[in-house]
């Protein structure tokens, strides 16, 4: 965690001094994934390609055609506050959180189950694209990038308890958000493998799907327009065998206040085969199959 703030501290300095225009900044706020993002800007003639009209298919086949030229290097810092919640509930009223449990069915788990980690750093580099809009310069997070990704942390968390795991996820992955006065659409694909230095925890190697979709003008009620849809499998990286499957949906629901803000409600099914943990978190026990409940406002 120092080097990476203290390569923040570096590369603000040196943004201060020479090249304000290739760094920007960015910030996300969500109950389960808040991150903090610096753009910088590789390409010398700062000509990163404008996407507003392009079709989504091109956007795709450009950044994959050019990953290894690559255009910017973005640092993120995230947190998960959804994963700090269901520590600080089991760690300071364990007594509740127990009597809780109804037929192995934990609220807190419900809420708080597939993330894993309570917070994260990522290093991306690879090929972006920005979506400007003409009646704003501010850019914010109307961007598509493709690229390689390295994420670090130092916990990883089973049952709304923390261990000491320094991981590493290495993946290529893609990502976009284009937003207009109408749409908010997001997408987001990966492929990877995760490493546990905590021999309790299993290596794995994962693919994961999500698409996101508000439409302010259509009916609130639509799932077609107003929805999202994730996916995620993952396999041992020692074994081959399935390791643990995800599946989520989600409906959203636009509302007309004085800004864009949608609320969304996903409901998902995580199914654990038994061979994510080793050691001494296999014996403990584990609960193979999990009902997940997201409530979550976007702005």
């Given at each position: 965690?120092?080097?990476?703030?203290?390569?923040?501290?570096?590369?603000?300095?040196?943004?201060?001094?020479?090249?304000?225009?290739?760094?920007?900044?960015?910030?996300?706020?969500?109950?389960?994934?808040?991150?903090?993002?610096?753009?910088?800007?590789?390409?010398?003639?700062?000509?990163?390609?404008?996407?507003?009209?392009?079709?989504?298919?091109?956007?795709?086949?450009?950044?994959?055609?050019?990953?290894?030229?690559?255009?910017?290097?973005?640092?993120?810092?995230?947190?998960?506050?959804?994963?700090?919640?269901?520590?600080?509930?089991?760690?300071?009223?364990?007594?509740?959180?127990?009597?809780?449990?109804?037929?192995?069915?934990?609220?807190?788990?419900?809420?708080?189950?597939?993330?894993?980690?309570?917070?994260?750093?990522?290093?991306?580099?690879?090929?972006?694209?920005?979506?400007?809009?003409?009646?704003?310069?501010h850019i914010g997070n109307n961007r598509a990038y493709m690229g390689?990704?390295?994420?670090?942390?130092?916990?990883?968390?089973?049952?709304?308890?923390?261990?000491?795991?320094?991981?590493?996820?290495?993946?290529?992955?893609?990502?976009?958000?284009?937003?207009?006065?109408?749409?908010?659409?997001?997408?987001?694909?990966?492929?990877g493998t995760k490493i546990h230095q905590n021999s309790d925890f299993?290596?794995?190697?994962?693919?994961?799907?999500?698409?996101?979709?508000?439409?302010?003008?259509?009916?609130?009620?639509?799932?077609?327009?107003?929805?999202?849809?994730?996916?995620?499998?993952?396999?041992?990286?020692?074994?081959?065998?399935?390791?643990?499957?995800?599946?989520?949906l989600e409906k959203k629901w636009p509302l007309s206040l004085s800004?864009?803000?949608?609320?969304?409600?996903?409901?998902?099914?995580?199914?654990?085969?038994?061979?994510?943990?080793?050691?001494?978190?296999?014996?403990?026990?584990?609960?193979?199959?999990?009902?997940?409940?997201?409530?979550?406002?976007?702005?």
């Amino acid at each position: 965690m120092k080097g990476f703030l203290t390569l923040l501290f570096v590369v603000n300095i040196w943004n201060n001094l020479f090249a304000e225009d290739l760094i920007s900044y960015d910030y996300e706020v969500d109950a389960y994934y808040s991150k903090a993002l610096m753009f910088i800007n590789l390409d010398e003639d700062n000509n990163i390609t404008d996407a507003l009209n392009y079709a989504e298919e091109d956007i795709y086949k450009d950044m994959f055609l050019n990953t290894f030229n690559p255009n910017v290097l973005v640092l993120e810092v995230s947190l998960h506050p959804m994963s700090l919640f269901g520590l600080y509930f089991r760690q300071n009223h364990e007594s509740t959180y127990e009597r809780s449990k109804t037929n192995s069915f934990n609220p807190v788990k419900v809420i708080t189950a597939g993330f894993e980690e309570p917070y994260s750093f990522s290093f991306f580099v690879g090929r972006m694209m920005v979506f400007k809009n003409k009646k704003d310069s501010h850019i914010g997070n109307n961007r598509a990038y493709m690229g390689f990704l390295l994420r670090v942390g130092d916990y990883s968390i089973k049952d709304n308890l923390a261990h000491y795991d320094k991981w590493y996820n290495i993946e290529y992955k893609l990502q976009g958000t284009r937003k207009t006065d109408e749409r908010d659409l997001d997408w987001s694909f990966r492929v990877g493998t995760k490493i546990h230095q905590n021999s309790d925890f299993a290596n794995s190697i994962f693919i994961e799907a999500r698409r996101s979709s508000i439409d302010y003008k259509k009916s609130e009620w639509s799932f077609i327009y107003n929805s999202a849809f994730s996916s995620m499998f993952a396999i041992s990286s020692d074994t081959l065998k399935l390791t643990e499957a995800e599946l989520m949906l989600e409906k959203k629901w636009p509302l007309s206040l004085s800004q864009k803000i949608s609320f969304g409600l996903s409901i998902g099914y995580l199914y654990n085969t038994g061979e994510k943990y080793k050691g001494a978190l296999k014996e403990e026990g584990i609960d193979r199959h999990q009902l997940i409940l997201r409530p979550n406002f976007k702005w």
